[in-house]
């Protein structure tokens, strides 16, 4: 059984900092790209960071380039976003999501709720 569990969602103000963890288990982690996408109330889901499953390579959405940035652990089966300047905008549920590439997901997690408001 294939879980993804996320983690360090919360609540910030603008140009805060939030750190979000995913945990996988079920997969052979090392064999996965893995990835983060967000949907905001009312829009469509969206790609905000995906890495290769050696982590040499990764993928930003433009709208978060240079501020948050996506690793993983192989030894730990973990990935993370970290996501620094946060604006209004970037309030969303984030998702972990687990593919056998870079372009394709196979596995999602529940999701963890990002706000960033005064």
């Known amino acids: 059984q294939v879980q993804l569990v996320e983690s360090g969602g919360g609540l910030v103000q603008p140009g805060g900092s939030l750190r979000l963890s995913c945990a996988a288990s079920?997969?052979?982690?090392?064999?996965?790209?893995m990835g983060w996408y967000r949907q905001a109330p009312g829009k469509q889901r969206e790609l905000v960071a995906v890495?290769?499953?050696?982590?040499?390579?990764?993928n930003y959405a433009d709208s978060v380039k240079g501020r948050f940035t996506i690793s993983r652990d192989n030894t730990k089966n973990t990935v993370f976003l970290q996501m620094n300047s946060l604006k209004p905008e970037d309030t969303a549920t984030y998702y972990c999501?687990?593919?056998?590439?870079?372009?394709?997901?196979?596995?999602w997690g529940q999701g963890t709720q990002v706000a960033a408001s005064s």
């Open positions: 999501t687990a593919g056998p590439t870079m372009r394709e997901v196979a596995y």
């Open positions: 079920g997969i052979i982690f090392r064999f996965y790209a």
């Open positions: 890495v290769s499953a050696s982590g040499a390579s990764t």
